[in-house]
């Protein structure tokens, strides 16, 4: 299996994975003029995807799904609420498109949506995607794990606090991309107004870098396994690389986890990259 973050942010978040000759993407923020320019980078069609998965509902992780469905007719994975959600921001979408006269008339005049109900599993090729509910303000916000060649992989970000149900998916994954979007104090005296502050902070809003270090901390003192943890969907007003590594490795280290390596996923462009065969390299020396 391979995973590569093609971007992680407010912009726009996508990532790659692959497996068994299928390429798959967890979410689309990007637009198809971007995701092509990425995935030929990657050697991949984007003609040739097997399929996109929505977390939610919200602009910076759909807003290229429906034109890329429309155009090359690839299926598009999410819950009924995320799906209902999503036609009516993509028609909102391509009508402000065709005023700027820059969208480019899709081949075919459907969304190809398929419903995949939160809490259930489902198949691409040799790849086995489950979805697990997180709290966030959308319609019906989910998380991913996707495993193929016996290693499993979460995705957790876009989430206001820590619910139950990530725990066991996160004890289980070899790859963790969590989210560390805001340092507290930096988002509450910035330029934000009162009531986006308390969003970003609410229940339903997002991880700070306290929050995201509480969660790997819990994470990494009750696994078996030696994950590789990304960083994701930093803010760039409220955080910074350097910020978020320093907040989050402070607290592993006062938990007694020395050098534990953070990795960043990069906001608006490719970055991070994992492959199983990495895996099993860095395991074989433990």
């Not at 003609?47 to 910076?60: K, Q």
């Not at 350097?242 to 020395?258: D, F, N, P, R, Y």
């Amino acid at each position: 299996m391979r995973v590569k973050s093609l971007s992680s942010g407010s912009s726009g978040n996508c990532y790659l994975v692959q497996a068994g000759g299928h390429s798959l993407l967890i979410d689309c923020g990007l637009s198809a003029t971007a995701l092509q320019k990425f995935l030929a980078l990657e050697g991949v069609n984007i003609a040739e995807l097997s399929g996109i998965f929505l977390t939610h509902d919200h602009h910076d992780h759909l807003s290229g799904a429906g034109q890329v469905s429309r155009r090359w007719g690839i299926p598009i994975f999410a819950n009924k609420k995320t799906l209902d959600e999503a036609a009516v921001r993509w028609a909102k979408i391509e009508k402000l498109s065709q005023q700027r006269a820059t969208a480019t008339p899709p081949e075919s005049r459907n969304y190809n949506t398929r419903l995949f109900p939160t809490g259930k599993a489902t198949t691409i090729g040799s790849i086995e995607i489950n979805s697990f509910p997180v709290s966030h303000d959308a319609a019906e916000t989910v998380c991913y794990t996707f495993k193929a060649d016996g290693v499993q992989a979460v995705i957790l970000t876009d989430l206001g606090c820590a619910n139950p149900q990530i725990y066991e998916p996160l004890l289980q994954s070899r790859l963790i991309i969590l989210e560390a979007n805001h340092e507290e104090e930096k988002l509450w005296a910035g330029k934000y107004p009162y009531t986006l502050k308390k969003r970003v902070t609410g229940d339903k809003g997002h991880l700070s870098n306290r929050q995201s270090g509480e969660i790997l901390r819990y994470c990494l003192e009750n696994t078996g396994l030696e994950p590789t943890v990304w960083l994701a969907h930093l803010s760039s007003e409220n955080n910074s690389p350097q910020e978020a590594t320093a907040t989050i490795t402070k607290m592993l280290e006062e938990a007694g986890i020395a050098r534990f390596p953070l990795n960043i996923a990069l906001r608006d462009k490719p970055s991070l990259v994992y492959e199983t065969e990495q895996y099993y390299y860095q395991a074989s020396m433990f």
